[in-house]
Antibody, heavy 116, light 110 residues
């Protein structure tokens, strides 16, 4: 059974940093692109970033370029999102998902709140 | 990276059919066969319902179908059931090697 479990969310002040993790199991992690998607409370989905299976390609939504970094450790079956210079508008539930476009499986999400 | 355009809400009675549209541009929906549809119930994570325009993951009923014409993709649900009431989102690969979502559509089963 495919499982994706996010962690690392919490309350952080504007300008602060946070590192999200996503632990994957039930599939060969190193074979798949992985993606982060966020959802502002009560609003829609926003694609954030994606990383190729071997980590050689990474793509970001314009609003996080230069502030967020997606990475992965295939030996640990883990995906990460390093978030720096956080802003109030980054407040959202962050989901990790398997694949680049199909997004076949999703985690349960982790809430990031940026507030003073 | 403008969001794809979806109707804010649609509704139908049990047993009826509804269609949700998802309009983009030639740089996303119209340019690639990488349109996906997701169902999200309140407080839950999104669930894949359609991928690559027309394909259903295993376990998704064949009452759901996807299609595309030009820059507009569509999700059709036939034989509406109470359990279909949820938010639905489309997404598409883009010419910038990114993915863009639609704003979401709330489906109400009357």
């Amino acid at each position: 059974e495919v499982q994706l479990v996010e962690s690392g969310g919490g309350l952080v002040q504007p300008g602060g940093s946070l590192r999200l993790s996503c632990a994957a199991s039930g599939f060969t992690f190193s074979d798949y692109w992985m993606t982060w998607v966020r959802q502002t409370p009560g609003k829609g989905l926003e694609w954030v970033a994606t990383i190729k299976a071997d980590g050689s390609e990474r793509y970001y939504v314009d609003s996080v370029k230069g502030r967020f970094t997606i990475s992965r450790d295939n030996a640990k079956n883990s995906l990460y999102l390093q978030m720096n210079s956080l802003r109030a508008e980054d407040t959202a539930v962050y989901y990790c998902a398997r694949d680049r476009t199909r997004l076949a499986y999703w985690g349960q999400g982790t809430l990031v709140t940026v507030s003073s | 990276q403008s969001a794809l355009t979806q109707p804010a809400s649609v509704s139908g009675s049990p047993g009826q059919s509804i269609t949700i549209s998802c309009t983009g541009t030639s740089s996303d929906v119209g340019g690639y066969n990488y349109v996906s549809w997701f169902q999200q119930h309140p407080g839950k994570a999104p669930k894949s319902m359609i991928y690559d325009v027309i394909n259903r993951p295993s376990g998704v009923p064949d009452r759901l179908s996807g299609s595309k014409s030009g820059n507009t993709a569509s999700l059709t649900i036939s034989g509406l059931q109470a359990e279909d009431e949820a938010d639905y989102y489309c997404s598409s690969y883009t010419s910038s090697s990114t993915v863009v979502f639609g704003g979401g559509t709330k489906l109400t089963v009357l």
